[in-house]
């Protein structure tokens, strides 16, 4: 027989289904995460690499905890493309929905926090973050991605990402045959011109200052009409991150469409540095083909191990990750009996 009291409890947590913003399996997860702080393995970082390596896991019985502070690189990029199955998404849309299915496995947690120290502890590793949380786990995975770092120009922040770009690959068919210009110098303005040549034939390299490339390029360039250009750029003119016109310091300026650049970065997060991995001459994270850093027990996936910055790139390796890190979890196990 139902007493008061009882109608009232049930009645409240009706209540709070309804107008709870996140389903009860959050919660529940939500309630697992804040009594449980040991897991198998954390995650630091949750966009897509991070993601793929958690439904890995969590497909592999796994208790995962997921950080993430949520504020991917490619927040301002309109479309995602070259993703099969989602090709013209927009990147947060496929993100949302990749959290959505791996927290569909009772084992996984998403924490929305910022992960900003890890040390080497006897029973594997520590991760404390920025609202002083302490998470502890057999193994690491780093897909925290990087941070590029922005050109001083006027504008180049609001176009980055939109028509400031660093891919064809992801973004050269929707600038096809338009009037293109890549901002680089050297032998590396170069090669991305025999690239880019590719999508179309009315390019321009902008060296931004004196030009640094030799005889023999300027010349195997003239022969692809992809003109040369040394003009130091004062401004990207663009309206809502879509570019009009280059203006240089000179008062001078040409019409564009579309601008590559590839621009330098840094380790979104210092803690694999600060755990021993090594790091290669390019300032990415060195992994093996099973995405293993130099440190036992770390692994990374994603954006901070390789040039190849797409969605697609990312899932895949994420999905290498966890197996290989469940692998050998399993191969632990068995060596300890």
């Known amino acids: 027989m ?3 009291r009882t109608f009232i409890k049930k009645g409240s947590l009706g209540l709070a289904a309804l107008v709870f913003p996140y389903s009860s399996l959050s919660f529940e997860q939500y309630i697992t995460m804040e009594s449980n702080k040991n897991f198998d393995v954390i995650i630091v970082g949750g ?4 993601l793929s390596a958690a439904m890995a896991l969590g497909r592999s019985l796994r208790n995962v905890l997921i950080i993430d502070s949520g504020d991917p690189c ?6 995602s493309h070259n993703f099969i199955t989602n090709d013209g998404k927009a990147p947060s849309a496929i993100s949302n929905k990749a959290k959505m299915e791996v927290l569909k496995y009772p084992t996984v ?11 080497k502890t006897d029973m594997g590793f520590e991760i404390t973050t920025r609202s002083k949380k302490k998470f502890s786990a057999r193994k690491i995975i780093f897909a925290t991605g990087i941070k590029d770092t922005i050109p001083k120009i006027e504008g180049f922040e609001e ?3 939109i028509s400031v770009i660093h891919c064809p690959y992801c973004h050269g068919y929707e600038v096809r045959k338009v009037k293109t210009g890549i901002l680089a110098n050297g032998d590396g303005a170069f090669e991305i011109a025999k690239l880019i040549s590719n999508w179309t034939d009315d390019l321009t390299i902008f060296t931004n200052g004196r030009s640094e490339l030799t005889n023999i390029q300027i010349k195997l360039l003239a022969k692809k009409n992809i003109s040369i ?5 004062g401004k990207i003119e663009h309206t809502e991150g879509y570019i009009s016109r280059l203006t240089f310091d000179n008062g001078d300026s040409t019409p564009l469409k579309a601008l590559y650049a590839r621009v330098s970065f840094t380790q979104k997060s210092e803690i694999p540095r600060e755990l021993g991995c090594e790091i290669t001459d390019q300032g990415y994270l060195n992994v093996d083909m099973f995405q293993k850093t130099s440190i036992p027990g770390v692994y990374a ?10 969605v697609a790139q990312a899932v895949y390796a994420g999905g290498v990750t966890g197996s290989a890190a469940n692998m050998e979890m399993i191969h632990e196990q068995w060596t300890g009996l």
């Not at 966009?47 to 991070?50: F, I, M, W």
């Not at 996936?301 to 797409?310: A, I, L, P, Q, V």
């Open 47 to 50: 966009s897509y690499a991070g």
């Open 74 to 79: 490619n927040k301002q990029t309109p479309h």
């Open 159 to 161: 176009c980055w990402g």
């Open 2 to 4: 139902s007493t008061r």
């Open 229 to 233: 250009n040394e003009h130091t750029i």
């Open 109 to 119: 947690q998403f924490l929305n926090d910022d992960a900003i120290d890890g040390i």
């Open 301 to 310: 996936c994603g954006d901070n191990t390789t040039f190849m910055r797409s």
